[in-house]
C-alpha cells in the first residue's frame, strides 16, 4: 500500500481530531468549516479505498489477509461520515467531541492498515 497516503490521511485525521477537540475545549458544536474538513479527510480514505482495490485486483497480497484489509478499508472509509452524521444530531460541544474521536479512531485504523498491508 502507498506509505506516504496512509501517514497523510493519519496526519489529517489527527489534525481534524485536535480541531474539533479545541472547539469541544471551547463549547463550540461542529461548524460548516469542521464539515469541509471532515469531508477531506474523507476525500483521502475513499482516494486509499480506491488505491487498496486497485492493488488487490492487480494480484498485490496484503500480508494479513484480503478480508481483514478490505474490512479495515471501509471501516476507515466509514469513521469520519459516521462521526459526522452523529455530530449534527448533537448540536452542542459533544458533537465536536464525537469528530474529534472519529478523527482518533481513523488514525488507529490507518496504522492498523499499515501493518496489516505489511508495513
Not at 485536535?18 to 461548524?31: E, F, L, M, N, V
Not at 482495490?53 to 497480497?61: M, N, S
Request: hydrophobic content about 60%; overall charge neutral.
Amino acid at each position: 500500500m502507498l506509505n506516504a497516503l496512509t501517514l497523510v490521511t493519519g496526519v489529517a485525521a489527527l489534525l481534524l481530531a485536535a480541531w474539533c477537540g479545541w472547539a469541544a475545549y471551547r463549547d463550540q458544536p461542529t461548524k460548516d468549516w469542521h464539515f469541509i474538513g471532515m469531508a477531506v479527510v474523507s476525500l483521502l480514505a475513499v482516494v486509499q479505498l480506491v488505491i487498496g482495490v486497485v492493488l488487490l485486483a492487480r494480484g498485490e497480497k496484503p500480508e494479513q489477509g484480503t478480508t481483514i484489509f478490505v474490512a479495515y478499508l471501509l471501516g476507515a472509509l466509514a469513521s469520519i461520515p459516521a462521526a459526522g452524521l452523529m455530530s449534527l444530531s448533537e448540536r452542542s460541544r459533544w458533537g465536536s467531541v464525537t469528530v474529534a474521536a472519529g478523527g482518533v479512531v481513523l488514525a488507529v485504523l490507518e496504522v492498523r492498515l499499515f501493518d496489516i498491508w505489511g508495513g
